[in-house]
């Protein structure tokens, strides 16, 4: 799969996500609401993929070794920026995140599989 297109389902799945489960507690970003939300969420995953990509890409044999560490270090750090970005409950947040980064992956090995 091409970068442009890893990233692109990682934002179709990651950003419905985030989308509907901070909504739903109530989250607003600034004075916008749900495009703040959004928009939170696009940042969070455009700071964080490139480095996966990089990180994980040519990685031979280590990959899966590699994976679960990149993986745990997206979580803490989108964790950690959407923390910053709605300033809510650190639990809710990291429970959010790792949902979406699970699902983004899931998709990802669906994918893979199809193609």
Do not use: C, D, K
């Amino acid at each position: 799969m091409s970068y442009p297109a890893a990233l692109a389902l990682t934002l179709v799945v990651e950003v419905p996500l985030y989308l509907a489960a901070l909504r739903l507690a109530g989250v607003r970003v600034g004075r916008t609401g749900w495009p703040g939300v959004a928009g939170a969420a696009v940042v969070v995953n455009l700071a964080t993929h490139p480095v996966v990509w990089a990180l994980l890409m040519g990685a031979g044999p280590a990959y899966w070794g590699r994976f679960w560490i990149v993986e745990a270090g997206v979580w803490f750090v989108e964790t950690a920026l959407l923390w910053a970005l709605v300033r809510r409950e650190l639990v809710l947040i990291a429970l959010v995140a790792l949902v979406a980064n699970l699902a983004s992956v899931l998709a990802g090995f669906l994918v893979a599989r199809l193609v």
